[in-house]
């Protein structure tokens, strides 16, 4: 069973930054599709990133294209969210997830994966 632990989460003023972890258990990361996502309440879970590295891909939401950056770190088998010059509007939970399957697609739809964290907070103040 894959289980996600996400942390680094919290409470910042515009402008700053923030750096999520999403730690796995369970199984590599390695040749998996990885994914972040958020929540803000009373909305739908939205996509923000996510990486192939078999193929080399990686997605951003346009609302977060160039100042947010995913990486991954195989030996640590977790995967990061640096979150750059935060706004109030990226205020939500913030969820890592992965699939099932080894392949090369990348889902930006939340039914394109399989396993979920427990997602970790993020509220940014204006």
């Known amino acids: 069973q894959v289980q996600l632990v996400e942390s680094g989460g919290g409470l910042v003023q515009a402008g700053d930054s923030l750096r999520l972890s999403c730690a796995a258990s369970?199984?590599?990361?390695?040749?998996?599709?990885m994914g972040w996502f958020r929540q803000a309440p009373g909305k739908e879970r939205e996509f923000v990133a996510a990486?192939?590295?078999?193929?080399?891909?990686?997605h951003y939401a346009d609302s977060v294209k160039g100042r947010f950056a995913i990486s991954r770190d195989n030996a640590k088998n977790t995967v990061y969210l640096q979150m750059n010059s935060l706004k109030p509007e990226d205020t939500a939970v913030y969820y890592c997830?992965?699939?099932?399957?080894?392949?090369?697609?990348?889902?930006?739809?939340?039914?394109?994966?399989?396993?979920w964290g427990q997602g970790t907070q993020v509220t940014v103040s204006s």
């Open positions: 990486m192939n590295r078999m193929s080399g891909t990686i």
């Open positions: 369970g199984r590599t990361i390695s040749g998996y599709t």
């Open positions: 997830a992965t699939v099932r399957l080894l392949g090369f697609v990348v889902a930006v739809t939340p039914d394109g994966y399989d396993y």
